[in-house]
């Protein structure tokens, strides 16, 4: 079973909107770590945010922040006025207590201008 | 300063050839890992690497070799290159044991067999 799903393989976005890239994991580990990269057309790999399982309150970066919902075991991330600099595939992963990192299939998100 | 730094960023071979990608990081980092991005973007762990403990991923073949000189360094070795050995490869490094246990990636190689 896939540990990390990204139901949207592709999205689009107004440039200044916001979007929200959908993300749900699956693990019984009391303990872990999401986390959100970003792939430019370059192909680096950018971190962006962080949420602990144990984080009471959402992670938020500048102009990122991640909707975790520990029930539903989702963390979309949600990035908020669009810029054309942002089209980018963005991958989810998570890392369950010491081990290594399961990425997500990624979400390729285009902004429109 | 680049954090980790991998070269080279394309590399371009023929079958049965024996080629190496070296990997360098500047962060203190006491963990490495290489990773492999197929042509569907799809990551995947190969190895990690914590000081003197390899961890290998049991579905790498044994063609793929790292090499650690020190924990600043984690070179990846492949002999006899195959067709489907085509990816980008991604070396990254984190601080093991800290909270959060960010990976930080490299600008990966590009690797194409001919």
């Known amino acids: 079973a896939q540990k990390i799903t990204q139901t949207q393989p592709g999205m689009f976005v107004q440039e200044k909107e916001a979007v929200t890239l959908d993300c749900t994991y699956d693990t019984s580990d009391p303990s872990y770590g999401l986390f959100w990269y970003k792939q430019p057309s370059s192909g ?5 945010i962080y949420q602990g399982s144990y984080d009471q309150q959402n992670a938020t970066e ?26 980018a595939m963005y991958f989810c992963a998570m890392r369950e207590g010491g081990q290594n990192f399961v990425f997500g299939p990624g979400t390729r998100l285009s902004v429109l201008p | ?46 190895f990690s690497y914590n000081n003197k403990e390899l961890i290998i991923n049991e579905t790498v073949p044994n063609r793929f070799s790292p090499k650690s000189p020190d924990k600043a360094h984690l070179n990846l070795h492949i002999n006899s290159l195959e067709l489907g050995d085509s990816a980008v490869y991604f070396c990254a490094s984190s601080q093991r044991g800290g909270a959060k246990n960010i990976q930080y990636f490299g600008a990966g190689t590009r690797l194409s067999v001919l």
């Open chain 2, 1 to 46: 300063d680049t954090a980790v730094s991998q070269t080279p960023k394309y590399l371009v071979t023929q079958m049965g050839n024996d080629k190496s990608i070296k990997c360098e990081q500047n962060l203190g980092h006491d963990t490495m890992y290489w990773y492999k991005q197929d042509s569907k973007k799809f990551l995947k762990i190969m």
């Open chain 1, 44 to 48: 680096e790999m950018i971190f962006l």
């Open chain 1, 62 to 87: 500048g102009r990122y922040s991640l909707n975790f919902q520990k029930a539903r075991k989702s963390a979309n991330l949600v990035i908020s006025a669009s810029q054309l600099g942002d089209s």
